[in-house]
C-alpha cells in the first residue's frame, strides 16, 4: 500500500510541478528556442528574450504570478511574428516620396497602382514619364488612362495640376 501512495504523491508531485511559474516559462522558451528565425531577425529575437525574462523576472519578484501567462503568450505571439521575414515595401511605397517630389499628384500616383500588374516594377521615372513594368508612360497618358470613360476629357485633365 506505501508504494501505491508514493506512486500518487510522485504523480501529484510531477503534476503540480508542471504548473509552475518556472515550468510553464521553461515550456515556452524551450518551444521558442526550437522555432527558426530569419538571420535578420536575430537581433529582435534577443531583445524579446531579454524583455520577456525582464518582465517576468520582475513579476516573481512581486510574487505576481498571474501576469506571467500573459507575457507567455505575448512571447510566443511576437516570436512567431518574428518566423517571418517584414514585407518588402511595395513599388508604390517604393517611389511615392520621390513621385511626390518631382510633382505628381496622389491621383496620378493612384492610377499607377492601379496600371502596375502584380509582378511589375516601377523603373525609371522623372516629371514627366514613368516606366512601368516593360513600358514607358508619359504622365498624361496615365492622367488619362485613369479618366473615367463617362467623364468629359478636357474636363478630367483640368482637374490635374499643369506639369513642370
Known amino acids: 500500500m506505501n508504494s ?27 518551444r521558442i528556442a526550437g522555432m527558426r528565425f530569419p538571420e535578420q531577425n536575430a537581433g529582435a529575437v534577443v531583445s524579446l ?7 517576468i523576472a520582475s513579476h516573481l519578484s512581486n510574487f505576481d504570478y498571474k501576469s506571467i501567462p500573459q507575457d507567455l503568450e505575448t512571447l510566443a505571439q511576437r516570436a512567431r511574428e518574428l518566423q517571418h521575414l517584414p514585407p518588402k515595401p511595395d513599388e508604390i511605397e ?16 493612384d492610377i499607377v497602382r492601379v496600371l502596375l500588374k502584380p509582378g511589375e516594377t516601377i523603373g525609371k521615372f522623372d516629371e514627366r514619364t514613368m516606366e ?4 514607358t508612360w508619359g504622365r498624361y497618358d496615365i ?15 483640368k482637374e490635374f495640376p499643369a506639369i513642370r
Open 4 to 30: 501505491k501512495i508514493e506512486e500518487l504523491a510522485t504523480a501529484c508531485l510531477d503534476e503540480l510541478a508542471n504548473l509552475t511559474p518556472l515550468s510553464l516559462i521553461d515550456q515556452a522558451f524551450t
Open 132 to 135: 512601368i513594368g516593360s513600358r
Open 143 to 157: 492622367r488619362e488612362a485613369g479618366r473615367p470613360v463617362w467623364m468629359d476629357r478636357e474636363k478630367y485633365l
Open 94 to 109: 517604393r517611389i511615392e516620396k520621390t513621385a511626390r517630389d518631382l510633382g505628381w499628384t496622389g491621383a496620378e500616383i
Open 49 to 55: 528574450y531579454r524583455e520577456t525574462t525582464r518582465r
